[in-house]
């Protein structure tokens, strides 16, 4: 079945360093990719999406590119801040719109 | 544009009483979604609702939890009886049903002691 693989965290970068959380994805199909941000005591939030190959999502200065040739999607940011420091999670959406969530990883960010 | 609402947030209960939550979702929006969220975890869904009929409940729980969705709109999840295990994050979200893209409300925090 499908599945989606992210890298496992903590995550510990200093402030304004580059940021990347890599995630593969395995799915029949094309499904569309997200990338899901979890602030600490909150619910989940739409980060960036994207819905076929080669398309760019991008948000809050985070990007990721929907890789169809290595089936993955990573997100990076160029410069992080403090307050990017959350849980970050990979998904994909399968053919019921049905989320395929990966474990998340979670990003601390020291100043 | 209103986001998904869920109440309460935080819910304490000891084990054997029951308790339920309520998610109204974005307005318009056809597909409802629960999911229990166990610390440290992904989501976990538990049903889907494509306006006020049941898409998939293969991972609810159902000799303790039920979930509806009268006139298409907003939904209650129960427990009853809660375990020390249900003790989790709730979410609810939801979506157009003509895309894949998911919504979430802010949760309830649910506490089985």
């Known amino acids: 079945g499908d599945s989606v693989t992210q890298m496992e965290g903590p995550v510990t970068l200093s402030e304004e360093a580059f940021l990347t959380i890599n995630c593969t994805y395995t799915?029949?199909?094309?499904?569309?990719l997200f990338w899901y941000v979890q602030y600490p005591g909150e619910g989940l939030q739409l980060l960036l999406k994207a819905t076929k190959a080669d398309d760019k999502g991008s948000n809050k200065g985070f990007e990721a590119t929907y890789r169809k040739e290595t089936t993955s999607f990573h997100l990076e940011k160029g410069s992080v801040q403090v307050s990017d420091s959350a849980v970050y999670f990979c998904?994909?959406?399968?053919?019921?719109?049905?989320?395929?969530w990966g474990a998340g990883t979670k990003l601390i960010i020291k100043p | 544009e209103a986001g998904v609402a869920q109440s309460p947030r935080y819910k304490i209960i000891e084990k054997r009483q029951s308790v339920a939550f309520w998610c109204n979702p974005i307005s318009g929006h056809a597909t409802l979604y629960w999911y229990q969220q166990i610390l440290g975890q992904g989501p976990k869904l538990l049903i889907q609702f494509q306006n006020n009929g049941v898409v998939d409940d293969s991972q609810l729980p159902k000799d303790r939890f039920s979930a509806e969705r009268l006139k298409g709109v907003d939904s209650t999840l129960k427990i009853q009886p809660a375990k020390l295990e249900d003790s989790a994050v709730y979410l609810c979200?939801?979506?157009?049903?003509?895309?894949?893209?998911?919504?979430f409300g802010p949760g309830t925090r649910l506490t089985v002691l």
């Open positions: 979200a939801s979506g157009m049903g003509s895309t894949d893209t998911q919504y």
């Open positions: 998904a994909l959406s399968d053919s019921n719109y049905q989320l395929i």
């Open positions: 799915a029949t199909g094309y499904p569309s």
